[in-house]
């Protein structure tokens, strides 16, 4: 994995249903000078275009397990080799595990760059799984709606592209309460990881959307 030293690398910690791709994507829209890095999202195109990392990887995510440390990293470290020197990366899932994040401590040592901060969106566990039960997607374009508070113009279609949304696939609540289980146990060991660095900001991710992006905005400048 080669990562550029004039890159900006954030990473969005928190729990399924804490925001971060909704606040990522707001901080990225317009295709300002965030990218946003979404690993799921990654896993979840490479299950619909059936490659061998989506073929891999689909039992876990059906479950709401984690898919092996390897095969995320080697995706992430594709996505990468190919992004640009100058902008600010939102990794957004990544990394998920200790050992997750040692590989990407060591790719950008290698690229002689650092991590910036890691920013976790603090949401209490009976707000995530309301937000998980509301939520829909685009299945065409990635674009994420919530029934309540980020409702599309006409019920049930993308604004952007016109597309039904759907309901995720892992958003049934049994895969819905084994991803926070696994959330508590694989991926919450990371908030001390990077507190213990000096590298942790964390911003109440229960607030509206809007209010969150505006914190981070604030937060990257
Ligand atoms: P997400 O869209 O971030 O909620 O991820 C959906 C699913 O993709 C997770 O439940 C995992 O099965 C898988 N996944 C996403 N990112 C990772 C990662 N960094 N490591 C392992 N599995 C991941």
Known sequence: MVIFPLMKIIILLGAPGSGKGTIAGRLSAGG???RHISSGDLLRDAV????????EADGYMKR???VPDELVARMISDLLAG???DCTLL???FPRTVAQAQMLDAA???GGAGLDMAILLDVPEEILTDRIAGRRVCPACGAGYHVASIPPKAEGVCDVCGAALVVRKDDNPETVRNRLAVYRVQTAPLIDFYEARG???RVDGAREAGLVADDL???LA
């Not at 619909?48 to 073929?55: D, E, L, P, Y």
Request: aromatic fraction near 0%.
């Open 91 to 93: 990794l957004d899932g």
């Open 64 to 66: 709401g397990e984690l």
């Open 48 to 55: 619909k275009r059936q490659t061998a990392a989506g073929a």
């Open 108 to 110: 950008v040592a290698a």
């Open 217 to 219: 905005r604030r937060l």
């Open 83 to 85: 992004a640009a020197g």
């Open 32 to 34: 300002g000078a965030c």
């Open 199 to 201: 590298l942790l900001r």
